[in-house]
């Protein structure tokens, strides 16, 4: 996995490589194109999804790491609408990498695990579906899905005011045995999370 999904990547325990990387465009669009192969299971998600392939964000750190794909047509006033119904805003893809919550991380049987098959090898990755949802208190949450309609993560989202090119922008940084992952939608919210090792 070390030139497939070794690049679909972002943090990890404090005792993997040194510092996480975004990857260029050019090799960001490498990997939206192979975790878009397989149309039916790109789309077959939690919640409805139509992502841009053509604006992907990767990032990794040696073998860990994540791959983000914005909503087609993502726009901030359909984010500040959002109520009761779930607005879809991407897919996060992790290679070696699981979401965590209060508990730790979350366990293999409740994700999306895909086959992403290259040119010289294959491997599983976890597929993400996200959307922003009311809270029913006057905020905003952003909403992580494994593989059934009821959200693994439910994290707030807050205002912010960020100059950013991509619909959605990624960053993460360090946490002792742990790493957190913070997405920017289009320069006016932001929402982070944990992620830690996939342990099959």
């Not at 878009?36 to 919640?47: E, F, R, V």
């Amino acid at each position: 996995m070390k030139q497939i999904l070794a690049t679909l990547l972002i943090v990890t325990t404090c005792y993997f490589a040194a510092s996480q990387e975004q990857l260029p465009r050019r090799e960001a669009l490498k990997y939206a194109f192979l975790v878009s192969a397989d149309l039916k299971t790109l789309q077959n998600t939690p919640i409805t999804t139509d992502v841009d392939l053509k604006q992907p964000v990767a990032l990794r750190d040696g073998d860990y790491g994540a791959l983000l794909l914005p909503e087609s047509k993502l726009t901030a006033d359909a984010i500040a609408k959002a109520g009761e119904q779930i607005v879809p805003i991407g897919q996060l893809w992790l290679h070696k990498l699981t979401p965590m919550r209060e508990s730790g991380g979350v366990p293999s049987h409740q994700l999306r695990l895909v086959r992403v098959v290259g040119e010289e090898e294959s491997g599983e990755a976890v597929q993400c579906a996200l959307g922003v949802k009311s809270n029913g208190a006057g905020g905003l949450d952003l909403l992580v899905f494994g593989k059934e309609r009821t959200p693994l993560l439910k994290v707030p989202l807050k205002q912010t005011e960020r100059t950013q090119q991509l619909p959605i922008a990624l960053r993460a940084e360090r946490e002792y045995e742990s790493g957190r992952l913070t997405l920017n939608l289009l320069g006016r919210y932001e929402a982070s999370f944990r992620v830690t090792e996939l342990e099959f």
